[in-house]
């Protein structure tokens, strides 16, 4: 009863519809396509980390297909609720309602965290670009954070104009993207039989380092690959959403193909391995150079540019909406669910933004986004599991879109590879990392704790009750802990010439934290 009065205490005006499909998968084009910022890391890794070399092509493909496989189940989920924002992870709140809230707090707050770190990254590779060609006095860093700055207050301005500026800018980028996949094509400079070789490349020999590797890329791909589910973000903003939010992730989707599967398949074929593994604003040239010319060069950097702004503006616009919509629903902070008058989330918004600015100035390194990938992979496997849910609880709600048969199946099916992928390939990325994404998982709980201190404060009730449910959330934290220390003593002791033998103990590590 304490939560529904305090859901009656933020009542949500209705969002106004200004968006449609174009607008939608315009907006949607910042997860459609991430394949750009992985590329290097999947081919030659970073640091201690190692890559998956030409095999990262592949590992792409599969990835979009499981994102595909999804995606009608997330369709059917969102538009039963034509009036929230937020996307799939926003959704989730019904379907959990009957079983615990705070698995709609914690999936809709990894969803976000998942998103946080791609508005910094891709600040940083357009400010690189920009500075590299046309700023070569300022910093980066700088740059970044003014092109944050300005995309931040575009979102203040509300959908419409963020919409605006999408649109020209997706229009662009998709532009070029063909450009990029037709000149070779046509000139014939696609070598195909580089395009179909495939080299793996692995952290230690045998079948489990061949295992380990091929799960440790499609982790990383489901950081990206599933991101032009962006497009469902914003289904209470859309006109007639029953017909346009299908429209928008069946467009998206489309485009994640091109970026996913047919413009690596060209890059490889004309440009080879090592360059896909280096700064493609500098090596994307020759894919140019048949149209362009000399302008080849000119060309693929304005294509990084466009790509990367629209990376850093999504975020502000969708993942803030699932905090501010979490928020309504009173399964987190109050502060997050105020609106400014142009319907902006305003204090979500400047919040997703300082802590891109923050992951930014540390360099976003790709331990780190491997971290938030752990948490965004449950903010997308959660939704699927709520689809399956409702079918079986809900059998008779209206859904305007119905996923077609066995797609749920599907969808399910997905999400468990998703996992399998993050059992067997996170610890890849070291205990470092390892514990960080826990710790970003776990901040759900804890902002949705803060919320339901700031209810019972509002009902004139002590801000914790010694409930069961308290004392089990600590026995829960002190076995995680236990667990981390055991590691460590594990670890400590093999020596470092037995990495399988490491990597195993990593993966049993993994699959406590999971439990």
């Known amino acids: 009863m304490e939560r529904s009065a305090a859901r009656d205490e933020i009542p949500g005006p209705a969002h106004p519809r200004t968006l449609g499909w174009i607008g939608t998968t315009a907006l949607a084009m910042g997860g459609s396509n991430q394949s750009l910022f992985l590329i290097a890391a999947l081919f030659i890794g970073q640091g201690s980390i190692p890559g998956q070399g030409s095999a990262a092509v592949p590992l792409l493909i599969v990835g979009l297909l499981l994102s595909w496989a999804a995606a009608p189940a997330w369709t059917e989920l969102v538009v039963m609720w034509p009036d929230r924002v937020g996307g799939i992870a926003a959704a989730c709140a019904e379907a959990f309602r009957p079983y615990s809230p705070v698995l709609s707090a914690l999936t809709g707050t990894c969803y976000w965290w998942g998103w946080v770190p791609t508005c910094g990254l891709t600040a940083l590779l357009s400010a690189a670009a920009l500075q590299q060609w046309f700023l070569p006095g300022l910093p980066v860093e700088a740059l970044a954070c003014a092109i944050v700055t300005l995309f931040t207050l575009v979102n203040l301005c509300g959908i419409k104009w963020v919409a605006r500026l999408a649109i020209p800018v997706a229009t662009a980028s998709a532009s070029l993207a063909f450009l990029s996949v037709l000149a070779p094509l046509v000139s014939g400079e696609v070598d195909w039989r580089q395009a179909m070789h495939f080299k793996l490349t692995t952290p230690f020999p045998g079948w489990f380092g061949s295992v380990t590797s091929v799960m440790a890329g499609l982790y990383l791909i489901g950081f990206a690959a599933p991101a032009f589910e962006a497009a469902t973000c914003h289904v209470g903003e859309t006109i007639d959403p029953n017909r346009n939010v299908p429209r928008a992730v069946l467009a998206s989707a489309m485009m994640a193909g091109v970026y996913f599967v047919v413009l690596p398949v060209v890059w490889l074929g004309v440009l080879g391995p090592e360059p896909l593994g280096q700064d493609l604003a500098l090596v994307l040239g020759p894919t140019f150079a ?226």
Request: glycine content about 8%.
């Open 290 to 515: 048949p149209i362009f010319g000399s302008f080849g060069k000119a060309a693929a950097v304005w294509f990084i540019i466009f790509n990367m702004f629209h990376g850093t503006l999504q975020p502000l616009a969708g993942a803030a909406r699932t905090l501010a919509q979490l928020s309504e629903d009173g399964l987190l902070p109050r502060f997050l669910a105020r609106r400014s008058a142009t319907d902006c989330p305003w204090l979500a918004t400047l919040l997703t933004a300082g802590l891109a600015v923050i992951f930014m100035l540390a360099g976003d390194p790709i331990w780190m986004i491997a971290a938030a990938n752990f948490t965004y992979l449950i903010g997308i496997c959660m939704p699927n599991v709520a689809a399956w849910l409702l079918r079986r609880d809900m059998p008779d709600a209206v859904r305007p879109y119905r996923a077609p048969r066995g797609t749920v199946g599907l969808g399910l099916l997905a999400s468990v590879i998703w996992l399998l992928t993050a059992l067997l390939g996170f610890q890849q990325f070291g205990l470092p990392t390892v514990l960080f994404g826990l710790a970003l998982a776990y901040s759900g709980a804890a902002l949705y704790a803060w919320r339901i201190i700031e209810d019972r404060a509002a009902n004139g009730l002590p801000a914790l009750a010694r409930t069961l449910h308290l004392k089990l959330t600590g026995a829960m934290l002190f076995v995680l802990i236990l667990d981390g220390a055991g590691y460590l003593i594990a670890v400590g002791t093999v020596s470092s010439e037995h990495a399988a033998l490491i990597a195993a103990l990593e993966d049993i590590f993994v699959a406590v934290a999971f439990l």
